[in-house]
């Protein structure tokens, strides 16, 4: 995945969104039920493209993100899916689209280090110390 950059939707705009700090709102969490999580989070969006090339996003496309190296995105920096934005990414060639949230105001900040970069998956052989056993090994640069 590379080409991370900061998107920001119309909806953003709506009261429903507070800025809270350059490319983070505070909004209502869309999963939140009484006494599930918190009711109230921070969110961000950001594009990307995937590198179809790469160790598991071979096939990638904004229609079909690939879960490596998303799923470690979202396991990284603590964050989950809050809009999938299905409509440009369905009418998008190479540019996906995610809205990502936390309760963590720190949590939000740490995915937006990923602007500029990229972040993508090398596979491991078992001899390989970086790995820690794994079957690949992420890189962000």
């Known amino acids: 995945m590379k080409n991370f950059q900061n998107y ?3 909806k ?3 009261p429903e969104y507070q800025a809270s700090e ?3 709102y505070l909004a209502k969490n869309p999963y939140w039920r009484p006494g599930f999580g918190c009711e109230d989070i921070y969110v961000t969006s950001l594009s990307f493209e995937m590198e179809p090339e790469r160790y598991g ?3 990638g496309c904004p229609q ?3 879960q490596v190296p998303f799923e470690d ?3 990284d920096y603590f964050v989950y899916v809050t809009d999938f934005y299905d409509q440009l990414n369905q009418s998008s060639e190479k540019t996906c689209y995610q809205e990502f949230g936390s309760d963590s105001l720190e ?6 280090g990923l602007i500029g970069k990229r972040f993508y998956a090398v596979p491991c052989g078992e001899d390989d110390p970086e790995g820690g056993g794994s079957e690949y090994k ?3 640069e």
């Open 64 to 66: 079909d993100i690939t």
């Open 73 to 75: 995105i979202l396991d």
């Open 107 to 112: 949590n939000i900040r740490n995915l937006r």
């Open 22 to 24: 350059e490319g983070i």
């Open 12 to 14: 953003y705009a709506g």
């Open 8 to 10: 920001t939707p119309e």
């Open 138 to 140: 992420i890189i962000i």
């Open 57 to 59: 996003e071979e096939g």
